[in-house]
């Protein structure tokens, strides 16, 4: 069973900066898209921002102009550069990828703490 390994969370404070890397234990094909969501307390999971294999990218309206996804196909991985984080980025973040054979995987979740 392949799984997705994230890595690059912590406590920043508000203007800062983090960079989340999310990789996979062993190679999945036919992938259609890679991206990143994040659940906060009490609030439903929601997609933060999404990658497709043709190199397209969107985004949630409340990170437009402050993260970036992208990959790295050599090292199979999927980053998402946050700036000028705000309190309200606070959630887990959860690395996601899915199939054309409507196949997901989720990575075990990384907190993202900002501070005010």
């Known amino acids: 069973q392949v799984q997705l390994v994230e890595s690059g969370g912590g406590l920043v404070q508000a203007g800062g900066s983090l960079r989340l890397s999310c990789a996979p234990s062993g190679s999945i094909f036919s992938w259609k898209y890679m991206g990143w969501y994040r659940q906060a307390p009490g609030k439903q999971r929601e997609l933060v921002a999404s990658?497709?294999?043709?190199?397209?990218?969107n985004y949630a309206d409340s990170v437009k102009g402050r993260f970036t996804i992208s990959r790295d196909n050599a090292k199979n991985t999927v980053y998402l550069q946050m700036n000028s984080l705000k309190p309200e980025d606070t959630a887990n973040y959860y690395c996601n990828v899915y199939t054309w054979g409507g196949n997901d995987y989720w990575g075990q979740g990384t907190q993202v703490t900002v501070s005010s």
């Open positions: 990658i497709a294999r043709d190199g397209s990218t």
